[in-house]
């Protein structure tokens, strides 16, 4: 089993900056990617981006040259910063982490507002 916990959403103005936080436990030794994905509200959940544990990334169209994708194996602990948001990156965040063994875990989510 893999606990995810995320912290660092809320509400920031267009234009600016965000950093979200998501710790794992648990079955850590067994993650493979980790990453963020996004539900708009009445939209379906939607790619951010990932990071495996060699560090290989992936990023949504919608997100690419604005976030970025980090992890810290050591903290056991992905980032994502999130820079130049706009109204349309208002969403519920999810932590997301997947396992060897092709098990997905997700955390419970941080609601980001960007207002404009």
């Known amino acids: 089993q893999v606990q995810l916990v995320e912290s660092g959403g809320g509400l920031v103005q267009a234009g600016g900056s965000l950093r979200l936080s998501c710790a794992a436990s648990?079955?850590?030794?067994?993650?493979?990617?980790m990453g963020w994905y996004r539900q708009p509200l009445g939209k379906q959940r939607e790619l951010a981006a990932t990071?495996?544990?060699?560090?290989?990334?992936n990023y949504g169209d919608s997100v690419k040259g604005r976030f970025t994708i980090s992890r810290d194996n050591a903290k056991n602990t992905v980032y994502l910063q999130m820079n130049s948001v706009k109204p349309e990156d208002t969403a519920v965040y999810y932590c997301?982490?997947?396992?060897?063994?092709?098990?997905?875990?997700w955390g419970r989510g941080t609601q980001v507002t960007v207002s404009s």
């Open positions: 990071v495996s544990s060699r560090g290989s990334t």
């Open positions: 997301y982490a997947l396992t060897g063994r092709g098990a997905p875990y």
């Open positions: 648990g079955s850590i030794f067994s993650i493979v990617v």
